[in-house]
């Protein structure tokens, strides 16, 4: 952020966060049919954004922003799968390089190809959906073209603190949640609002605000970033273990090897 947009009202600087969001956002969508990285970095920039609105809603109209949201959602859930498919191989190569038993290793070198191409099919099929993202590029274009027409003028500093401090409510909800029940639903929650309070503590700082004197202390950005990390590893170790279902000549080498992770993940660090 320049100078310049730091000193400007605290509406106008936050359009301008949108703003260059909804660019990432487009830019993304551009090169994801050729790099796989295009569709992680749209996903991205749709929390993001969902995170901003999510922050202004009440000053900035809840029925323009929820029509904004749910275009954003259905576009980040219309790439869940592509997403999906790119973290399992990630995953599983990972393991693949870490091992140091040899049947693991030709277990997961005689799989790694099968899940290249389960994720060539599912690339397919979205091309042929919609070829070369255009239709998926406009609606960003769309997105971006709404977010510019609302009251940005509106937003006070307190607006955003109080959303931040109902979003620091709703993770410490789903934490408590996650950690009596231990589902892995609740847990998927726990990593969504966790993962959202980052993406807003990281944009109050974006925009120099700082988070509220009153009520509870805002956890530190780190503190969550780590949180955030740890149960993504879980989640990701449970997208391998469900593909591993689905393949069913899959080796027992390979599924050993997961469930052996997760049985001995990193312990989970609480947010206090």
């Given at each position: 952020?320049?100078?310049?947009?730091?000193?400007?009202?605290?509406?106008?600087?936050?359009?301008?966060?949108?703003?260059?969001?909804?660019?990432?956002?487009?830019?993304?969508?551009?090169?994801?049919?050729?790099?796989?990285?295009?569709?992680?970095?749209?996903?991205?920039?749709?929390?993001?954004?969902?995170?901003?609105?999510?922050?202004?809603?009440?000053?900035?109209?809840?029925?323009?922003?929820?029509?904004?949201?749910?275009?954003?959602?259905?576009?980040?859930?219309?790439?869940?799968?592509?997403?999906?498919?790119?973290?399992?191989?990630?995953?599983?190569?990972?393991?693949?390089?870490?091992?140091?038993?040899?049947?693991?290793?030709?277990?997961?070198?005689?799989?790694?190809?099968?899940?290249?191409?389960?994720?060539?099919?599912?690339?397919?099929?979205?091309?042929?959906?919609?070829p070369g993202f255009v239709r998926r590029q406009?609606?960003?274009?769309?997105?971006?073209?709404?977010?510019?027409?609302?009251?940005?003028?509106?937003?006070?500093?307190?607006?955003?603190?109080?959303?931040?401090?109902?979003?620091?409510?709703?993770?410490?909800?789903?934490?408590?949640?996650?950690?009596?029940?231990?589902?892995?639903?609740?847990?998927?929650?726990?990593?969504?609002?966790?993962?959202?309070?980052?993406?807003?503590?990281?944009?109050?700082?974006?925009?120099?605000?700082?988070?509220?004197?009153?009520?509870?202390?805002?956890?530190?950005?780190?503190?969550?970033?780590?949180?955030?990390?740890?149960?993504?590893?879980?989640?990701?170790?449970?997208?391998?273990?469900?593909?591993?279902?689905?393949?069913?000549?899959?080796?027992?080498?390979?599924?050993?090897?997961?469930?052996?992770?997760?049985?001995?993940?990193?312990?989970?660090?609480p947010l206090a």
């Amino acid at each position: 952020m320049s100078p310049r947009t730091a000193s400007a009202p605290i509406g106008e600087r936050a359009a301008a966060l949108a703003a260059g969001d909804a660019r990432a956002l487009a830019s993304a969508l551009a090169v994801a049919p050729a790099d796989p990285a295009g569709v992680h970095e749209a996903r991205k920039s749709v929390r993001r954004l969902r995170s901003l609105l999510a922050l202004g809603r009440r000053a900035l109209g809840r029925e323009a922003v929820d029509a904004i949201d749910h275009d954003l959602r259905t576009l980040a859930r219309a790439l869940s799968a592509l997403r999906d498919g790119q973290v399992v191989q990630e995953t599983a190569r990972h393991l693949a390089e870490e091992t140091t038993d040899a049947d693991e290793r030709a277990a997961w070198e005689a799989l790694l190809p099968r899940l290249a191409e389960r994720q060539r099919h599912r690339l397919a099929g979205a091309l042929r959906d919609d070829p070369g993202f255009v239709r998926r590029q406009a609606l960003a274009h769309r997105q971006a073209e709404r977010l510019q027409q609302l009251p940005w003028h509106r937003l006070r500093r307190d607006d955003l603190r109080q959303a931040l401090a109902r979003s620091q409510r709703r993770q410490a909800r789903a934490q408590a949640e996650a950690i009596r029940s231990g589902r892995v639903d609740d847990l998927h929650e726990w990593r969504r609002r966790s993962r959202r309070l980052r993406m807003q503590l990281t944009a109050l700082r974006k925009l120099h605000v700082r988070p509220p004197a009153d009520g509870p202390p805002a956890p530190g950005l780190r503190q969550v970033s780590r949180l955030v990390d740890q149960l993504g590893v879980l989640q990701d170790l449970a997208l391998l273990a469900q593909a591993l279902e689905a393949l069913e000549t899959a080796r027992p080498p390979t599924r050993a090897a997961v469930s052996g992770r997760l049985r001995t993940s990193s312990p989970i660090q609480p947010l206090a």
